[in-house]
């Protein structure tokens, strides 16, 4: 049935004197007949294997001719009546493409002349491209058709030195491919732009992961070393106990030996043969002592358990490291990573500036190092002048430099202590006595207290939750804005931002905390700012 309609199509575009153009059964993008042809949404065909060939490897799916877009690839079907058609006109041609050229006088429809195929591979121009059919000496009523229509005195030029036509057909496919090549381009420009931003989200990812899985192990041994120094220092005293314990009860049995050696002595000098008979058999037996010949001082420091507790963390961490180097990061600490609604850090340490501790601001416990850099306390007060500006109950110093515009970045070094006390204080500030400090009272800083908790001095207080233990603390002041901002420089990330009205001078505030007998003896350091990548 599709046969006969296919026939009578043909018979019919015969009959009413159409004409049959190469173009309409040539694919665009190989340039040869049809084979199994299949349409696009827009309506163009192509051949089946042209088109599919032609997507693969698309992310933006377009039609090559009128380049309309398609949000997803469509699915192609088979245009069974053109595939008929072509494969009906395929035989007529000697399986190539046509030129058909009909030729009429001027006695019109009855003196047509019959419409002449002539292969395209025959008909070519030096460059290789389609030429026109050649013309018959005729009359001059003669109609010429072509691939575009009848011809006209417009028509394709003519070579002059080939005497064949020149098409523009290999011009429009050589666009056509440019422009290709300028879409794949323009699309691996932006694969390579998401490339760089997925690895930045990557950088951020690993840094967040490693940061926090270090710190805990940091974290672990300083405990584990912590259980050690304590128990080695029990083991130490329990010993020392032990030993004063014995040698007093041996130098009690070393003073009872000696009396009974000095009456023995004492009974042999004695003439007095009945009174040697009485005492002798008391002092001939020994006093009652104590056999130590099995006895020593206990020399176990009690480690053993915190070192084999420590081994299998160490153990327990390999495990964690192999299983990161072959999977990445679980989930659980990818959700640790800020939206930035702070600048970066890299950003905000081109504000950095140089602080140095004040020494006539600092409580008389304070020890400072020799370049002012760094401030831990001592056990005992030193005998210091109790000038006007130096603190006498909090235990803290202020830097020399004053702020009062602009920005301003420095960082201090933490490291393992349990408590400390970092930000910024206003100049007119109380510093004698009892001080409450809060941002009314001219204080803005962030607290650690018992190695854990995290706090700012608001009022109420304000708890923070670090998941990440920081090493470096930054701040960064806008004296215009009204901000103090606290950043955990090691993970990049930023932990807390006031929001105040400066109207006089503020200072760098540094506060060590007692050393808690040595529990808290580390110092706080000024460290010189390393720009971050």
Known sequence: MIDEDVSGILSRMSLYGSFLSDEQFLCSICLDVFNNPS????????????????????????????????????????????????????PMTG???????????????????????????????????????????????????????????????ICEIHHRGILKDQLSVSEQEIQEMIGERIRKIEEIRLSVTELELAVEQETVGSVCMLSELMSAIQHSQAELMEVMEMSRRAAEHQADSMIRELEL?????????SALAQLAQSDDYMHCVKTFPNLSSPPPTKDWSDVSVNSDLGTGTIYRSLAALVESFQEELETIAETGFPDSVMELIPVRTQPRIRKIQEYAVDVTLDSNTAHPRLILSEDLKSVRCGDKHQMLADNPERFNRVVCVIGREAISSGRH?????????????????????????????TPSNGYWFLSLRDKKKYAFRTEPSTDVHLNLRPNTIGIFVDYEKGQVSFYNVDAKIHIYTFNDTFSECIYPFFSPCTNKSGKNDGPLIIKPVIMKE
């Open 39 to 90: 349409s696009t949404p827009c309506g163009h065909s192509f051949c089946m294997a042209c088109i599919s060939k032609y997507w693969d490897g698309c992310k933006v799916f377009l039609c090559p001719l009128c380049k309309k877009t398609f949000q997803k690839r469509p699915e192609l079907q088979i245009n069974r009546t053109l595939r008929e058609i072509t494969n009906q006109f395929r």
């Open 95 to 157: 399986g190539e493409g046509v030129r058909i050229e009909k030729r009429g006088g001027r006695g019109g429809r009855n003196g047509d002349m019959p419409v002449n195929f002539i292969p395209i591979a025959a008909l070519t121009n030096c460059s290789g491209s389609p030429e026109p059919p050649p013309t018959f000496p005729h009359s001059s009523g003669r109609r010429r058709f072509t691939v575009t229509g009848a011809a006209s005195s417009r028509s394709l030029p």
């Open 253 to 261: 049995e070393v003073e009872e030996l000696r009396r009974r050696e």
């Open 409 to 437: 970045y420095w960082e201090v070094e933490v490291g393992g202590k349990t408590d400390w006390d970092l930000g910024v204080a206003r100049q007119l500030i109380n510093r004698k006595g009892k001080v409450e400090v």
